[in-house]
């Protein structure tokens, strides 16, 4: 019987399924594509080799076109990706749409594509669609597009083509037959390997994930018909191969394949034990599986499976070390947490793990057992130069030194470890072996250290030189103490000893005159490398040299991406592992995965470039690489996807005509013609001014960032206003109104670049007299021993100021929902009431009187009772001090040392009483003045403006 049935039941290991296959498992993701095609919803299946992912295509394609939808599947791999030119690629895939739907009677498409020649290739595909495809196909339309990481190997950017089908979606609001286009793409890739360009990243923030999960239980079913009637305890089969395979697709489908091949044998040898013995069902398999899996496993291992993941763990280059010690942590503790870091997202690519509850495992028992520890350890051995001698050390106990290295091993394994992220064991390695090598020197180190820097801020300021901030395996910022490149410095830097500060130009100037010394090869008949006054020969010299300022630098991106927290990640939910993934990158875990590149454009990490480019007699090297962070794309395009955009108000403003913001406010906002002629007066009387002094200091030579507006200007601003529209303006205000241009500017700007909009309210209001801003910068220079603080002003106030919107918005927000329920306790019309009467208040300029009338109370005393004003003002004053406090602690963490933060907390917490106590008297001062007289000012206080903003949102 057995025999007739595997000889209609045939299991396919490897490559689709056949759509007849009764072997095919349906799993969630098979809804979760064919709902999301049905919705129009650009979808991705984005996975592990052997996994499935052409099968469901297969499937979703046949359950779409049998309901009238046309569908078509380009299989990239088919086009071909080495040394294919963009015309080519792009004529390929026209090709291969027409044919699948069939409209190549009805096109040419040689010709068509020849005769627009003269439009770039992704730009004829566009067209392609829009007058072929659209007319000629008149049902709903699916695109397939498989293999999509092929695209990682093209020797020219595909983003373009990425662009073209976000295009296809932009389309559909302005072109509704777009409505009946959806794409699909597939493949063994994350998003941010297949776009690297960070204008066009928001593609697969539109889209849909489908997760592609293994067999689950209940669906594994149809695997197991050919064995119903062959073999008894049929769930004990199905249990012990999910516990061998955990559902592994190809893994399944091949140990289903051998059960039914080795059936006949069982039954015939052994029937009676099946039945009373549920051990031998468990014994039989695992005999199965190392016999045919395990045992000799790269012999074996046909169709490839086991060596397709070891291959793409080895090939991962410089992140190999990173991705193996990972695993080896998952294979050691069972799992580690998720955290979708760069490292954990490609070891998940090469089908070793999986996550599962927010935790990160081994897919099954088949790779653990064969890509187990002793794998791990012996390939880690293998990649290191000092493999066997690290074993030995550790063997020993780390007693014998005589398993240290010297010598010119020393040397190599130094210059081997440059450009590394090196474990603890790697790092203790070395450090041990340098204290052997430099016996004298490393025993006097510590005493060396403190004679050479008795300044606690002078020796943290220079042990940035030897001190390597760097990424884990999972993603976490890791400090490490680099031995080699702290003895180092301290001998060849002993002059700092006289200095209170490290002189950073001139010690960088030195490190980069030794880091590029070229040394060039010796012989017999020419002398060998010198040594220095250190005893370093050149050639380790430079490794060094380079070493010290690869530590600085490291400190420094650091330094950036804390700020930016600071100022910009509470709200809008990031952190600085966030950003250090982008930019501190020396393994080069953002390199494409498999993709080829020519000597001329070989891919560089952040840190490697500002070493082969800085100029160090041009510019400082903290500065410089401030700047490469800030200009970082892929950053920038992550702070753009979170609504950050890293430019000031002021540059945004001075930037953008008149013309621009008439278009911008008209056709974006949809603002009246009134708000639009207002918008135009104020930003011309800012440009009259700001502008204008702008270019004269460029002019004269001076450069950086625009500076925060000073009084003079401000007042000369609202002057000219004042003149143009007849209005008299606080500056306060006018400040508000240029910020909350400035702000509509800056997310018009996050849309087009394809950045995330929040959902908040645009308005945006700023704290008084912010152009003064008389004791922020005291505060600053308090927290800062720094000459050169221009930069880390204009930072500190940003983020300052934010601090402070943000915590007067919560300390009302607070206060007022405490109110309402205190009253609502009582009577819950009169908490409707309260609410009316501070809107109509702040709001709307009325007086008690006018107020009673429309809240129906008696008298206007019984409206001053109610609202209880100077309770409620100080009540916000109370919390919005203990708010603040706590948040610009927290950003002056940035700027300084715990020490000297804890020193200035009084001088902190008086500068911040002084501006929370001028918020509440400017509010008292407007709500004493008389109704008449507040109308014809037209100004509003900061605390008004934030209540009333506050009251808006509550409607």
């Not at 950050?644 to 013309?659: E, F, G, M, Q």
Request: proline share 3%; glycine share 4%; hydrophobic share 35%.
């Amino acid at each position: 019987m057995y025999t007739e049935l595997r000889s209609v039941y045939e299991y396919q290991v490897g490559g689709s399924l056949p759509l007849e296959a009764p072997s095919y498992v349906t799993r969630q993701a098979d809804a979760d594509l064919y709902r999301g095609v049905k919705a129009g919803q650009f979808c991705y299946v984005l996975n592990s080799r052997q996994t499935g992912k052409s099968s469901l295509r297969v499937r979703t394609m046949q359950r779409l076109q049998a309901e009238g939808i046309s569908c078509a599947a380009v299989d990239l791999t088919a086009i071909g990706n080495q040394n294919i030119p963009p015309d080519q690629w792009y004529a390929g895939v026209t090709y291969t749409l027409a044919s699948s739907f069939n409209l190549l009677d009805q096109v040419d498409i040689g010709t068509w594509w020849r005769d627009r020649k003269f439009l770039p290739p992704v730009q004829r595909l566009s067209e392609f669609i829009r007058e072929v495809l659209l007319k000629e196909i008149h049902q709903n339309i699916a695109i397939f597009v498989d293999e999509i990481d092929s695209v990682l190997a093209l020797n020219f950017p595909s983003h373009d083509f990425f662009s073209l089908i976000r295009s296809c979606y932009n389309n559909r609001a302005n072109q509704p037959e777009y409505k009946r286009l959806t794409w699909i793409v597939l493949g063994v890739a994350t998003p941010s390997d297949l776009i690297k360009s960070t204008r066009k990243v928001t593609l697969f923030h539109i889209g849909n994930a489908i997760e592609l999960t293994g067999f689950k239980r209940h669906e594994i079913q149809p695997l197991f018909q050919s064995l119903m009637d062959i073999i008894p305890n049929l769930n004990d089969v199905i249990q012990e191969v999910l516990n061998w395979t955990g559902g592994q697709p190809f893994l399944t489908q091949k140990l289903c394949k051998l059960i039914l091949q080795e059936s006949g044998r069982l039954i015939t040898g052994s029937q009676s034990n099946i039945h009373n013995e549920k051990i031998t069902i468990t014994g039989w398999i695992e005999s199965l599986v190392h016999s045919h899996l395990l045992d000799n496993w790269e012999v074996t291992d046909e169709p490839e499976h086991l060596k397709t993941i070891r291959n793409r763990l080895l090939k991962s280059g410089g992140r190999i070390l990173r991705l193996l010690g990972l695993y080896q942590e998952i294979l050691q503790q069972g799992e580690v947490a998720a955290n979708n870091s760069p490292e954990q997202v490609e070891l998940r690519l090469s089908g070793l793990v999986f996550k599962q509850d927010g935790k990160l495992k081994v897919y099954n028992r088949i790779y653990q057992s064969v890509f187990n520890l002793i794998w791990v350890e012996k390939t880690l051995t293998n990649l290191r130069p000092y493999g066997s001698s690290l074993l030995a050390w550790e063997a020993s106990n780390r007693n014998n030194e005589s398993y240290l290295l010297g010598g010119q091993g020393l040397q190599d394994a130094l210059a081997w470890a440059t450009d590394k992220s090196l474990s603890d064991r790697d790092e203790q390695f070395l450090a041990a072996s340098q204290q052997k090598a430099n016996p004298i020197l490393t025993q006097k180190e510590e005493k060396l250290t403190e004679t050479l820097f008795p300044s606690p801020s002078t020796k943290h300021s220079a042990s940035r030189y030897w001190t390597l901030v760097s990424l884990d395996a999972a993603g976490k910022r890791r400090i490490q103490e680099i031995a080699s490149a702290k003895a180092f410095f301290l001998a060849s830097f002993p002059e700092v000893a006289t200095r209170r500060e490290v002189p950073h130009s001139q010690v960088q100037y030195q490190l980069f005159s030794w880091m590029r010394d070229i040394t060039e090869p010796y012989t017999d008949t020419q002398p060998k490398p010198e040594k220095d006054v250190t005893g370093t020969k050149t050639a380790n010299r430079s490794v060094l040299a380079q070493r010290c300022l690869q530590c600085f630098i490291s400190s420094q991106i650091e330094q950036v991406c804390l700020k930016l927290e600071a100022q910009f990640g509470t709200q809008h939910g990031f952190n600085c592992s966030d950003l250090l993934r982008f930019v501190l990158d020396e393994q080069g875990t953002r390199q494409p995965t498999g993709k080829t590149t020519s000597a001329s454009n070989v891919y560089q990490s952040l840190s490697q470039e500002i070493l082969q480019n800085f100029d160090p007699q041009q510019s400082r090297l903290a500065t410089w690489t401030t700047r490469l962070v800030k200009h970082h794309r892929e950053l920038n395009g992550f702070l753009l996807e979170h609504g950050v955009y890293l430019i000031s108000d002021w540059a945004i403003l001075n930037d953008t005509t008149t013309k621009q913001i008439e278009r911008i406010f008209s056709q974006f906002y949809c603002l009246t013609s009134m708000e639009i002629e207002q918008a135009k007066l104020l930003l011309e009387s800012y440009h009259a001014v700001y502008r204008v002094q702008r270019l004269k200091q460029r002019q004269a030579g001076m450069k950086g960032q625009c500076a925060p507006l000073t009084t003079e200007q401000l007042q000369q601003i609202a002057q000219r206003f004042s003149t143009q529209t007849h209005k008299v303006l606080r500056p306060e205000t006018l400040l508000a109104k240029l910020h909350n241009m400035a702000s509509h500017l800056r997310k018009y700007r996050i849309h087009v670049r394809g950045g995330f909009l929040p959902t908040q309210s645009i308005d945006i209001s700023i704290i008084p007299n912010r152009a003064n801003a008389t004791t922020e910068r005291s505060l600053l220079h308090s927290l800062m021993d720094d000459k050169n603080t221009t930069d880390l002003e204009t930072e500190f106030l940003d983020s300052y100021y934010e601090q402070f919107l943000a915590c007067l918005d919560q300390a009302i927000a607070d206060i007022t929902e405490q109110r309402v329920r205190k009253l609502q306790r009582k009577d819950p019309e009169k908490a409707q009431k309260f609410l009316t009467a501070l809107h109509l208040f702040h709001r709307q300029g009325k007086s008690m009187g006018e107020i009673a009338k429309q809240v129906n109370l008696n008298a206007q005393f019984h409206v001053s009772r109610l609202l209880q004003l100077k309770s409620f003002r100080t009540h916000i004053q109370q919390r919005f001090l203990i708010l603040l406090r706590d948040r610009v602690i927290n950003v002056a963490k940035v700027y300084t040392d715990p020490e000297r933060l804890q020193s200035l907390s009084q001088q902190i917490e008086q500068a911040l009483q002084e501006q929370v106590t001028q918020v509440i008297e400017d509010a008292a001062t407007e709500a004493s003045t008389p109704t008449c007289t507040k109308n014809q000012t037209l100004s509003t206080s900061l605390f008004s403006e934030r209540l009333c903003h506050y009251l808006d949102k509550m409607k």
